[in-house]
Nanobody
Framework: QVQLVESGGGFVHPGGSLTLSCAAS????????VGWFRQAPGKAREGIAC????????YYPDSVKGRFTFSRDNAKNTVYLQMNSLKTEDTAVYFC????????????????WGQGTQVAVSS
C-alpha cells in the first residue's frame, strides 16, 4: 500500500520560510516522478514543483520560481519543498504526489497523493 505523508506546514509571516516534507512508503520515490501541488480556498489545484526522475530537472511555475526549491533524500525515501520569501498568496493546502509511470507532463493525474499540509502566510 502506497502512502505519502506531508508535514512541515504551519503559520508564518510574509517573508518567512517553511520546509515541507513528504515521506513515502510502499513506493520508491527515486524511481518515480514526484510533484508538489497546492490548493487555496476557491481556487484550482496548482502544480508548483515537479521532477520526473531523481536525475532530471525540476519544473516550477513562475509564481514560485526562485523562491521554492524541490529536493530528494533517497535514503529516507522523502522529498522536500523549501519555501522562502513566502507571500500571503502562498496560503494553501500543500500536497505531494507521485506516479510510477507518468512523468511531470501528466502530473495532474498522478496516481498517489498525500493528505496535504496547511500553509498559512499572514501578517
Amino acid at each position: 500500500q502506497v502512502q505519502l505523508v506531508e508535514s512541515g506546514g504551519g503559520f508564518v509571516h510574509p517573508g518567512g520560510s517553511l520546509t515541507l516534507s513528504c515521506a513515502a512508503s510502499g513506493i520508491t520515490l527515486d524511481h518515480s516522478a514526484v510533484g508538489w501541488f497546492r490548493q487555496a480556498p476557491g481556487k484550482a489545484r496548482e502544480g508548483i514543483a515537479c521532477q520526473s526522475n531523481k536525475d532530471g530537472p525540476t519544473y516550477y511555475p513562475d509564481s514560485v520560481k526562485g523562491r521554492f526549491t524541490f529536493s530528494r533524500d533517497n535514503a529516507k525515501n522523502t522529498v522536500y519543498l523549501q519555501m522562502n520569501s513566502l507571500k500571503t498568496e502562498d496560503t494553501a493546502v500543500y500536497f505531494c504526489a507521485t506516479d510510477r509511470l507518468r512523468g511531470c507532463s501528466g502530473a495532474s493525474q498522478f496516481e498517489y497523493w498525500g493528505q496535504g499540509t496547511q500553509v498559512a502566510v499572514s501578517s
